[in-house]
């Protein structure tokens, strides 16, 4: 019975409709991908490729991987969205997932699902190009540019997160399951574990997870004011994508149709429902989201799908 229970739980994830689950479930197919290829050439005893800098790597590496140099990017250009997929190690990818999953929730619940996408898709490319950059400015980089590739989500993970990071800091996260601590203090604790990096064995790493960050934080500053930004990305139509489509209705109301409202009366609206958020907002981060009554919660859901 457990074993079913289990079973389920893992169908129903994986056939999920959610932005979330889908951006998971694609993560994790590629790791598999790629280790069932190691694996290959492991038990077939086939030699693995051995490229001009005298390492062996998957094949799969340089077509899915992010180059820092500039020549071999003009080869494989698919890369810059490709490699924020791609992992290879089980404790890169499960890091990387179960801080996914965590950001994501806590994402859609205050911002919505609409935005998810874009921000993981474009926190992924600025990482990219802050990795790219840093390896073709800084003579540090030079000797090792040639054969350096990145790979992972974790600059469009810490987009998903720095921006749910930004828009609600005081929100309080069980830590290890021991603690509560609010959002701002787990960020503070990523951004002096990668100042560290920069100085060790993952200097890119360090470069593509500030560009997802600031994209995150960037998001988020311009989210809450409401901005019409280059921020706001519109990614339905990608995001129609990672969801199955539903079969339209077709319904006929008699009514007379609602007159549309003014500019003012939208404003007001507007304004009236900011309002409200933020004081749900505040009421969250001083005693958590358990103390929202059940009208308060309905419209932080209701408010969130909108977005």
């Not at 280790?35 to 030699?47: A, E």
């Amino acid at each position: 019975m457990q074993t079913n229970s289990i079973g389920n739980q893992i169908k129903n994830f994986i056939t999920g409709r959610s932005i979330l689950n889908r951006l998971i479930v694609i993560n994790i197919a590629i790791f598999l991908l790629v280790n069932i290829v190691n694996v290959i050439y492991k038990l077939g005893n086939i030699q693995p490729f051995i490229d001009h800098c005298g390492d062996s790597r998957n094949p799969l590496m340089y077509l899915l991987a992010l180059p820092a140099n500039t020549q071999s990017l003009l080869i494989y250009p698919w890369t810059v969205f490709s490699y924020m997929f791609l992992h290879e190690q089980l404790f890169h990818i499960f890091f990387n997932m179960f801080m996914l999953y965590m950001g994501g929730q806590l994402f859609i619940s205050f911002i919505g699902e609409k935005k998810l996408l874009s921000v993981y898709i474009i926190g992924g490319l600025v990482g990219a190009t802050f990795y790219i950059i840093a390896f073709n400015i800084f003579p540090a980089f030079a000797i090792i540019k040639n054969c350096s590739l990145a790979l992972g989500a974790s600059a469009s993970v810490l987009a998903v997160f720095f921006a749910i990071v930004t828009y609600a800091p005081n929100y309080n996260v069980m830590l290890f399951l021991l603690f509560k601590v609010k959002l701002k203090y787990v960020a503070l604790i990523f951004v002096i574990i990668d100042v560290f990096n920069v100085i060790g064995d993952n200097p890119g790493g360090w470069f593509a997870h500030i560009g997802g960050a600031l994209w995150g934080f960037l998001f988020a500053l311009q989210y809450r004011k409401n901005s019409k930004s280059l921020f706001n990305f519109n990614f339905s139509k990608i995001s129609s994508l990672f969801k199955r489509k539903k079969k339209k209705l077709k319904v006929e109301y008699s009514e007379k149709p609602k007159r549309p409202l003014s500019d003012e009366e939208f404003n007001k609206n507007k304004a009236e429902n900011q309002k409200r958020m933020d004081t749900i907002l505040d009421k969250i981060s001083k005693s958590g989201y358990t103390s929202l009554s059940a009208e308060e919660k309905e419209f932080l859901f209701r408010i969130s799908k909108k977005g």
